[in-house]
């Protein structure tokens, strides 16, 4: 069965420093990673997904399978990035459907 | 355009009663997704519907719950009766098909407090 860990419950940083979100996962097959984002009152909302490999709101997100990791980046932290930010897998899950599988979450605080 | 709704937004139930959520998704998505998010994890998927059949139930209690999409529109997920380990929000996401190429959208969610 495929899993997602997110080793951190709460990140500090400060405002300008350099964000890193941790997520490791387990799964057989090809794995297809995404971050989703939740902001205060808002709902939850896909951030990015690797096969786009592709930058949203100065985030970047590397598959690397060797190491079963998809750690999220950002070279300074803003404000408006204070948000809780899921790892999740998409896997095969038979009779042509898909599951996504998410970690338990991340929440950043990012200190003015 | 609009986006997936849901009601009621809180429910508040004693344990052993029976209650049900409304899903909305956007127009035109033929897959529907029911989650459950305990407090301090993330989201669990339930059920996928694909129009109004069923896709995936293998993580949905059946002995309690159970959820239906009649018409491949509108979904209710229903769980009877409720007990205390089922307080948690529920969501609801639809995606213009079941593959892997298709984004989730999600409903603001159902917060559910069994007592």
């Known amino acids: 069965a495929q899993r997602v860990t997110q080793p951190e419950k709460l990140l500090s940083v400060f405002k300008g420093a350099p964000v890193e979100l941790k997520c490791n996962y387990s799964?057989?097959?090809?794995?297809?990673l995404f971050w989703y984002v939740q902001y205060s009152r808002q709902r939850l909302q896909l951030l990015l997904r690797h096969i786009s490999r592709e930058s949203i709101k100065g985030f970047t997100a590397d598959l690397n399978k060797g190491e079963t990791s998809f750690h999220l980046k950002k070279p300074f932290a803003q404000e408006e990035d204070s948000a809780m930010y899921y790892c999740?897998?998409?896997?095969?899950?038979?009779?042509?459907?898909?599951?996504?599988?998410f970690g338990k979450g991340t929440k950043l605080s990012v200190i003015p | 355009e609009a986006g997936v709704a849901q009601s009621p937004r809180y429910k508040i139930i004693e344990k052993r009663q029976s209650v049900a959520f409304w899903c909305n998704p956007i127009?035109?998505?033929?897959?529907l997704y029911w989650y459950q998010q305990i407090l301090g994890q993330g989201p669990k998927l339930l059920i996928q519907f694909q129009n109004n059949g069923v896709v995936d139930d293998s993580q949905l209690p059946k002995d309690r719950f159970s959820a239906e999409r009649l018409k491949g529109v509108d979904s209710t997920l229903k769980i009877q009766p409720a007990k205390l380990e089922d307080s948690a929000v529920y969501l609801c996401?639809?995606?213009?098909?079941?593959?892997?190429?298709?984004?989730?959208?999600f409903g603001p969610g159902t917060r559910l407090t069994v007592t």
């Open positions: 799964y057989s097959g090809s794995p297809e």
């Open positions: 127009s035109g998505h033929a897959t």
């Open positions: 999740a897998l998409l896997a095969y899950s038979g009779a042509g459907s898909y599951q996504l599988t």
């Open positions: 996401a639809s995606s213009l098909a079941g593959g892997s190429s298709y984004e989730q959208y």
